[in-house]
């Protein structure tokens, strides 16, 4: 099989495609903008293999998206703005990417006749819950500008099965964490901080739970959603790793060998969601079982960003974080 993964040279798509080549005979093409997010570094090994090519590109062009989208069997659309923090301060790049670029590229693979069409989406379109699970017919109720356009892209995605015919699955994740993520968010910006001997800072009174999961499982569960999942269903990915933000901020002060003198307490953030999850019952059914141990996991990740000062220590010195 032919594959088009788009943001494939941002956290979780590089690990999609380095899983892939390790796992099957499928060639991939990598199309990405190489936005702040999108680090050539995280796929420069990838790029030597034989059956991977990589294209520079804006899912919103959609002249470039056909182009380099014709001849394949399917696509796997990762690319979007996904910084909460981030959409708060500037909503409309994220509704241009994630929403008008998500019609961009299910037209694309409309014109072009690809034969599945897989949009990773995430478990924020759904809002905060406080007791239970939401599972994947619940009404959507996103609070941030990211995860309104994620719902929005969602919607679109799935419209063109209805309008078009176009074979779309949607997957929604729980949080992810592993190597190559970059330093903003939770897990990379408090370990590469504890690792330089700085200060973690800690949204309000910490008790805001998610659900998470190592980037490998999610992955694999993707791809077999691509591989069996239903034509115009949803499938929730998560782990049942339910802990709160102030939980894994100790655990990361004990593997970075630190005290809780460098947590910083900072004022919430706006609209901050108080708690995601959701069922796995549907991806279950596919035959999706989770492998990786969270506490083995959270280890792993935090030696790997110990061992590769090399790739994050550019990316935060550009921002000065």
Known sequence: MKLFVTGAAGFIGSNYVRWLLANSDDQVTIFDKLTYAGNMESIRDLVDD???RFVQGDICDADAVISAMTGHDAVVHFAAESHVDRSIV????FVRTNSFGTNVMCDAARQVGVERFLHISTDEVYGSIDVGSFTETDRLTPRSPYSASKASSDLIALSYVTTYGLPVVVTRCSNNFGPYQYPEKLIPLFTTNLLDGRKVPLYGDGGNVRDWIHVEDHNRAAHLVLEKGAVGE????????EITNREITYRLLELCGRDESFIEPVADRLGHDRRYSVTIDKISALGWRMQRSFAESLAETVEWYRNNRAWW???KARVGR
């Open 50 to 52: 034989r059956r991977c």
């Open 234 to 241: 949803v499938y929730n990915i998560g782990a049942h790793n």
């Open 313 to 315: 220590e550019p990316l």
């Open 90 to 93: 500037d909503p409309y790049a």
